[in-house]
C-alpha cells in the first residue's frame, strides 16, 4: 500500500460542532504531517509529528487539536471552529522527517457554516 | 529568510511548445528542492527533486546555484500537462516550503 488515505472526503460542520479528520498509511513512514490549503494556494503547514511526537505546532489555533495514536494513523480533532477556517486540509507522510519525498493524501474538504 | 518565489501566476503554452517554469529560492547552504504537481480534482504529487536527477514524464530541473534558481522545463508540452505546479524547498527547521504556484495551461 502506498497512498495515504483521508476520511471523510467532504465535511460541513457548524461552529458549535466537534469532528475530526483521519489520515492513515501503511508505508512505515515514521513522520506525517498536517496542511491547510485555500483554493489556488499552497499548502500551509500546521503540524508535524515524527515517532509519534509532535514536533512542529505552527501556532495553530487551539481550536485544531492533532493526536497520533500510532505510526499509521493522524487525526485532526476539530471544534468550534470558523468559516474561515473553511478549506482543503491534506494530509502527507515521509520516510523520516527529513528531506524525504512527502507523500500526501487526497485532501478533506471542509466547509464551516 | 528561507523563502521560494514562483513569478508566474500562470503559464499559457501551445502544444508542442518548449515549457519554462521559473522558480528562485533563498537559502544559505545546500538546498534540498523539489516540483510538486497538482492535477486537477487529484493530490499533489512529488514531480522530481534535484538529487535524484531523473527526469519525470519529460520535465527536468537543474539547480543553478549561482541563480538561486530551479527552474523546471519540458521540451514539448502536451495537454496533460496542464496543472498546478509548485517547487518547494526543505528548511534546515524541518518544513517544506511551497512557492506559491504556477497555473501551466497547455492550449491545443
Known amino acids: 500500500d502506498t497512498e495515504v488515505t483521508q476520511t471523510p472526503k467532504h465535511l460541513v460542520m457548524g461552529m458549535t460542532n466537534k469532528k475530526s479528520l483521519k489520515c492513515e498509511q501503511h508505508?512505515?513512514?515514521?513522520?506525517m504531517y498536517w496542511y491547510k490549503q485555500k483554493a489556488k494556494k499552497p499548502p500551509e503547514l500546521m503540524f508535524v509529528y515524527s515517532y509519534e511526537k509532535l514536533s512542529i505546532n505552527e501556532s495553530v489555533p487551539s481550536r485544531f487539536s492533532p493526536e497520533c495514536p500510532n505510526s499509521s494513523l493522524l487525526n485532526l480533532h476539530l471544534h468550534a471552529l470558523q468559516p474561515e477556517d473553511s478549506a482543503l486540509y491534506l494530509c502527507?507522510?515521509?520516510?523520516?522527517?527529513?528531506?524525504?519525498?512527502?507523500?500526501f493524501g487526497p485532501g478533506t474538504r471542509l466547509t464551516v457554516t | 529568510a528561507q523563502r521560494v518565489t514562483q513569478p508566474e501566476k500562470l503559464l499559457s503554452v501551445f502544444k508542442g511548445a518548449p515549457v519554462e517554469l521559473k522558480c528562485n529560492y533563498s537559502y544559505s547552504g545546500s538546498p534540498e528542492l523539489f516540483w510538486y504537481v497538482q492535477y486537477s480534482r487529484q493530490r499533489l504529487q512529488l514531480l522530481l527533486r534535484?538529487?535524484s536527477r531523473e527526469s519525470i514524464k519529460g520535465f527536468t530541473a537543474d539547480l543553478n546555484k549561482g541563480e538561486t534558481s530551479f527552474h523546471l522545463k519540458k521540451p514539448f508540452a502536451q495537454e496533460e500537462d496542464s496543472a498546478m505546479y509548485y517547487c518547494a524547498l526543505f528548511s534546515n527547521t524541518g518544513k517544506l516550503i511551497f512557492g506559491q504556484g504556477t497555473t501551466l495551461q497547455v492550449k491545443p
Open positions: 534535484h538529487i
Open positions: 502527507a507522510s515521509s520516510q523520516e522527517w527529513a528531506n524525504y519525498e512527502q507523500y
Open positions: 508505508m512505515g513512514h515514521r513522520a
